[in-house]
Nanobody
């Protein structure tokens, strides 16, 4: 049974930092490209960053240079360090494999709110 548990969100002022964590169980974690997504109010969920099993990374242009994704395969964890946060980073952040199939399980996410 797949379980995705995100944590670490909160309220932070613009320019601040947060580190999000995700534990992913029930997936072949070490073999997967894992990713962080976010969904702003009234918007579709969008890909923020992903990390391959060999630690190759991808970042959306909006977060490049500010966010750092990492993984710990021994703990089935994927983390997202977010620096220099902006109000437009506000949203609910989710972790999952890259390009999950339609109808795939998603966790509750963790809310990030950046005040100006």
């Amino acid at each position: 049974q797949v379980q995705l548990v995100e944590s670490g969100g909160g309220l932070v002022q613009a320019g601040g930092s947060l580190t999000l964590s995700c534990r992913a169980d029930g997936l072949p974690f070490s073999a997967l490209i894992m990713a962080w997504y976010r969904q702003g109010a009234g918007k579709q969920r969008e890909l923020v960053a992903s990390i391959m099993p060999n630690n190759g990374v991808y970042y959306d242009d909006s977060v490049k240079g500010r966010f750092v994704i990492s993984r710990d395969d021994s703990k089935n964890n994927v983390n997202l360090r977010m620096n220099s946060l902006k109000p437009e980073d506000t949203g609910v952040y989710f972790c999952n494999r890259l390009q999950p199939e339609i109808g795939a399980y998603w966790g509750q996410g963790t809310q990030v709110t950046v005040s100006s």
